[in-house]
């Protein structure tokens, strides 16, 4: 059991620390232009455009956390389906052994 726990774990892993990742970078670019208009106030064509690809990361690390999350769980699954079928088996036998 505790194998398939670490199984059911291990499929959002590496998903949440692409998405925090990306949110991360993407705020950077926002702060980014944020400190370009507040500092300069000719430059807020400049800042428009670096805040496009903030917005952008931040909002597709939504979607990356759920396309990496459901791509683990095509390879985990087969392996959770193993173990749930040998605890079957187990269970199985020890119901015959009590009868």
């Known amino acids: 059991m505790k194998q398939i726990s670490s199984l059911e774990k291990s499929k959002t892993n590496l998903a949440t620390a692409a ?20 500092g300069n106030p000719k430059l807020q064509l ?20 759920a396309k990496l999350v459901q791509l683990k769980e095509c390879k985990i699954r087969p392996l959770v389906d193993k173990k749930m079928n040998e605890i079957y088996e187990i269970c199985d036998k020890g119901k015959k052994l009590l009868l």
Request: aromatic share 10%; proline share 2%; charged share 0%.
């Open 46 to 65: 400049v800042s428009v455009i670096i805040s496009i690809p903030g917005f952008v990361m931040v909002i597709m690390a939504n979607f990356v956390y």
């Open 19 to 38: 998405s925090i990742s990306l949110g991360i970078v993407g705020l950077l670019f926002i702060a980014g232009s944020v400190m370009i208009a507040v």
